[in-house]
């Protein structure tokens, strides 16, 4: 399982907080315990305050973990030395069209494509298609309303080797589909059944119209005109491949009116360096047919767009809440400071500086922060690992239904956790002044 | 019919409004008639005025962000509605996405596969063929795309005895000068089909003008280039501001050129039309045609399917209906909750610096409920103000000043604008929150003893 790094720019951003708050606390003589006993004894406003911080803080989190879990799920999906090669100008497989005999050399012309232990190069020649299936009226998600859903078929010339240069497996129990793609209908129909391999996202999606967990080995079910087997479910996990069923080429190709030729050639190189330099040689030497290469890095890095769009959206969103929470936790620390302006006359009369003042009540506010953070976060994080579908695209036409779990991971702690300081550093600034440029005798008058 | 009179006619329609808006007029009476009550909550919330200013303000913001994010669950949930009448229903391919089927079909389904006596046509048909291409073929982005529908130019609108006829959503709100102009580019387009229209939008993108002539690459038409493509006509921009419409004719007369000119029909040939709409008069009306086109033997390579455009549009928002939950649930509730505590805590500190207001007006014979009620009133109007008020402002400014907001994962949707009924939820949701978030330190203040807060005094 791939592991993702902390990113070092929050981190550090979070640690400098942390430093600086420190450093300024201790070093800078500030009376904090006073403002520790001022935020216990003005618990209930208190509580409000870091509630407003909180309630931002788990949204915050479960959208990013939304945001996150499709990264994971792209960057998952991709085999660092695979090159993908689609027709030219495609802007995804369900809009490409490679026709096999212009482009059957595909495979054996560029250079540092790896071969299996027979000699044959490690090429998945596979056609993509979007397939409506009416959803069963006997599926709970028929009464809820749902009468379709859209299934991705990947039409396979050889399964075996398809899933080597996709890094995937079966699980056990499960076999390839044969060569021929059929077999005879386990439930005793006159007509031959098409062997397919589900992912498990895909398997567990259409088990609930069985009343089942998941549809398993052995299992059919109706799309298109043709009943269809289950031969076996693939180790997709957090993989684009979880939501497709793959199932031989030619049948697939019949049965929904593509008859002839491949949407996408997959080709496995030794690492990502030979994958972007077979990349570059096809799209500028391969003169037999207008294809476009790229590495598969770079292709689900841009079927990631979809995603950006996502986060932009939240982020206003998020932005828009935090500025109101900016204004209520201003309105908590004004009042606080007009009730607490003998206190404040009395410390610049025991001697305490005003940028000791200001440090002491921007604290205050920062605290208040900290808490609700943490609390909005651990109420969030129990989001992590949540079931979602979605759509991951390039924005330019076409996209891929992808199931993903919600991810809730030390980057959006740190995150959350930086935005929500963020917003009481804004919310708790102009109160902290307001306090320091008050005059010591005047505030006891 | 101005915003005003449609809102007018809506609450004679619907009575939870006429009972909101009864109840409104009924408020405002009675503070017109207790009037005094109403000068002294005006005077608490202007006591302090820095603090009625960030309440209303964050009050407002919140509600801002509700407002637009309950548009755009408003809208999608109107377009996945059935209708009962004037419904259109959209033919497709059976099986596969996108929609491919034969150009044959299209005759045939415009007629609602009419074969017998007893069988019904459709009102209106339209058919759709999509056209994407690029004007730069060695580098293709997002500005340099242009994706054409290509249909007959009197389906995109026409007018029957004055009336503007159309059976694309939206075209008949135009404005008139907008609307003579697109007549006009339309019957341009009839005579001859290299004339285009493309919305201004995604003219600015291209960064091409009215008048001028572009070559169209194609990327889901392999080796066909339209070239001498004529842009006569823009649609004003909002909602068809990133669309493009071509004579239908053109496509398929380039279809017909890539024969003569490969000695082979395009791969494409035999799937150039992707969708039909019908125009049906009720749900009747539907189910008949629906049963002639999925039963007629003329529609099997491919079958295809009939379905209302809102059962259409549901099976493509289902792919978004986790986001769209996240959204709807934990985000409003988020929001909302936010707003409550925001005025909870304003109207806290108000009532604790108070009490001793409190206590006088007790001493001076205002009872419990009385004070309860001011405090109420303070929330309520703190709440109901600002939420009216960034209500309309959201109204105003998306609705008529920004033409809507796009968003770009919903690209085949008109840009979203904020409905006229926005002005009740930013009342309701201002109202509903000050009270939920005012009503425990209201309590408080109607339970203040006077002979504490004076012995404190003392």
Redesign the interface.
Same mark, same amino acid.
């Given at each position: 399982m791939q592991t993702f790094a902390v990113s070092p720019r929050l981190l550090g951003m979070v640690g400098f907080f942390a430093l600086l708050l420190v450093a300024l606390a201790f070093l800078g003589r500030v009376p904090l315990k006073y403002n520790l006993r001022n935020l216990v004894v003005r618990w209930?406003?208190t509580v409000?305050?870091a509630?407003?911080f909180a309630?931002?803080a788990?949204?915050l989190t479960?959208?990013m973990a939304?945001v996150n879990g499709m990264y994971r799920l792209t960057q998952g999906s991709a085999q660092p030395g695979n090159v993908i090669v689609l027709?030219d100008?495609?802007?995804d497989e369900?809009?490409s069209?490679l026709?096999y005999g212009d482009t059957s050399d595909l495979e054996r012309d560029p250079p540092n494509v790896l071969r299996d232990e027979e000699g044959r190069p490690l090429a998945s020649w596979e056609l993509y298609?979007?397939?409506?299936q009416p959803i069963p009226e006997s599926s709970p998600l028929h009464r809820k309303?749902?009468?379709?859903?859209?299934l991705q078929l990947r039409g396979i010339k050889d399964p075996v080797l398809s899933a080597r240069v996709h890094g995937l497996q079966l699980h056990p129990g499960g076999s390839w589909f044969s060569r021929a793609g059929v077999r005879d209908d386990p439930d005793g129909g006159k007509d031959q059944v098409i062997e397919v391999l589900l992912g498990e996202g895909i398997a567990r999606a259409m088990g609930t119209d069985v009343g089942k967990p998941s549809l398993a080995v052995g299992d059919t079910f109706e799309l298109?005109?043709r009943r269809w087997v289950v031969s076996g479910i693939l180790t997709s996990a957090g993989t684009t491949f979880d939501s497709e069923i793959w199932a031989e080429r030619q049948l697939a190709g019949e049965? &929904? /009116?593509k008859e002839?030729?491949y949407t996408t050639l997959v080709l496995r190189t030794a690492d990502a360096e030979k994958a972007k330099e077979t990349a570059t040689w096809l799209t500028t030497n391969f003169k037999k047919s207008a294809v476009m290469a790229q590495t598969e890095t770079e292709y689900y890095e841009k079927l990631n767009e979809?995603n950006k769009?996502?986060l932009v959206?939240f982020v206003i969103?998020a932005v828009?809440?935090a500025?109101?929470?900016v &204004? /209520?936790v201003?309105?908590?620390m004004?009042?606080a400071i007009s009730?607490r302006i003998k206190d404040i006359g009395v410390l610049r009369i025991l001697g305490f500086a005003r940028w000791q003042l200001l440090l002491s009540f921007f604290l205050e506010t920062l605290l208040i922060a900290l808490i609700g953070g943490l609390i909005g976060l651990a109420v969030g994080s129990l989001a992590n690992g949540w079931s979602?579908?979605?759509?991951a695209g390039s924005?330019?036409?076409g996209g891929k239904?992808v199931v993903f779990k919600l991810t809730v991971d030390l980057n959006i702690w740190l995150g959350v956790l930086t935005f929500i300081l963020g917003m009481g550093i804004v919310g708790g600034l102009l109160p902290a002044l307001s306090a320091m440029r008050l005059k010591a005798l005047e505030s006891l008058r | 019919m101005t915003p005003l009179e449609r809102t007018l006619l809506s609450l004679a329609d619907d009575p939870l409004r006429l009972a909101g808006a009864s109840a409104v007029l009924i408020a405002l009476t009675a503070m017109v008639y207790y009037h005094k009550p109403l000068v002294f909550i005006l005077k608490s919330l202007a006591r302090n005025k820095?603090?009625t200013v960030?309440?209303a303000?964050?009050?407002g913001?919140?509600v801002?962000?509700v407002t637009l994010?309950w548009s755009v669950l408003w809208f999608l949930d109107l377009a996945t509605q059935e209708k009962k009448k004037d419904l259109k229903a959209i033919v497709t391919?059976?099986?596969?996405?996108?929609s491919?089927m034969p150009f044959e079909y299209a005759g045939p389904l415009s007629e609602g596969a009419y074969s017998k006596p007893g069988d019904i046509r459709p009102t209106d048909s339209m058919t759709w063929q999509f056209f994407?291409g690029?004007l730069e073929?060695e580098k293709?982005t997002?500005e340099n795309?242009v994706?054409f529908f290509c249909m007959e130019p009197s389906k995109v609108m026409r007018r029957e005895n004055g009336k503007v006829v159309s059976m694309m959503e939206g075209i008949d709100q135009l404005e008139p000068a907008d609307l003579d102009r697109l007549e006009k580019g339309l019957k341009m387009m009839e005579e001859d089909p290299r004339r285009v229209i493309i919305g201004a939008d995604r003219l600015k993108a291209l960064n091409k003008r009215v008048g001028e002539t572009i070559s169209v690459?194609?990327?889901?038409y392999?080796d066909i280039t339209l070239d001498d493509v004529e842009i006569i006509g823009a649609f004003p921009p909002g909602q068809y501001g990133q669309n493009a419409v071509m004579n239908r004719e053109r496509l398929n007369k380039a279809l017909e050129a890539y024969k003569i000119q490969y000695g082979k029909p395009h791969?494409m040939a035999e799937?150039t039309l992707n969708l039909v709409w019908l125009k049906v008069p009720d749900t009747e009306a539907y189910n008949k045609i629906a049963g002639q086109i999925e039963k007629s033997p003329r529609f099997t390579a491919?079958?295809v399917?009939c379905e209302t455009i809102s059962?259409g549009v549901?099976?493509f928002l289902?792919?978004?209906?986790?986001?769209l939950w996240?959204v709807r649930y934990?985000?409003v509730i988020?929001?909302v909750?936010?707003?409550s505590?925001?005025i909870?805590?304003?109207i806290?500190?108000s009532v604790r610096?108070r009490r001793t207001e409190m206590a006088v007006l007790k001493v001076l014979g205002y009872g419990p409920n009385h004070i309860l009620g001011l405090v109420l009133g303070e929330a309520l109007l703190l709440g109901c103000g600002s939420g009216l008020f960034t209500a309309t402002f959201a109204y105003v400014v998306v609705t008529h000043l920004m033409g809507g907001i796009p968003?770009?994962?919903f690209a085949w949707f008109p840009p979203f604008k904020v409905p006229i009924d926005a002005l009740w939820w930013g009342l309701g949701l201002g109202a509903g929150t000050a009270l939920a978030g005012s009503f425990v330190p209201a309590w408080s203040a109607r339970s203040v003893k006077v002979s504490e807060v004076f012995a404190k005094i003392s």
């Open positions: 209930r406003v409000l305050t509630l407003v309630v931002v788990a949204l479960v959208m939304f027709s100008g495609a802007t369900l809009f069209n026709a298609i979007v397939v409506n309303g749902h009468h379709r859903r859209f298109g005109p049965k &929904f /009116g002839l030729g979809t769009q996502f959206v969103v828009f809440m500025v109101g929470g &204004f /209520g201003m309105n908590t004004f009042a009730q979602m579908t979605s759509i924005g330019m036409g239904s | 820095v603090r960030l309440t303000l964050a009050t913001l919140f801002f962000v994010v391919d059976r099986w596969q996405i996108p491919q994407g690029t073929k293709p997002r795309l994706f690459y194609s990327f889901n392999q791969p799937k491919p079958y399917k059962s549901g099976a289902d792919a978004y209906s986790d986001l996240i934990p985000g988020a929001m909750a936010c707003m505590l925001v909870s805590v304003a806290s500190i610096e968003l770009p994962f």
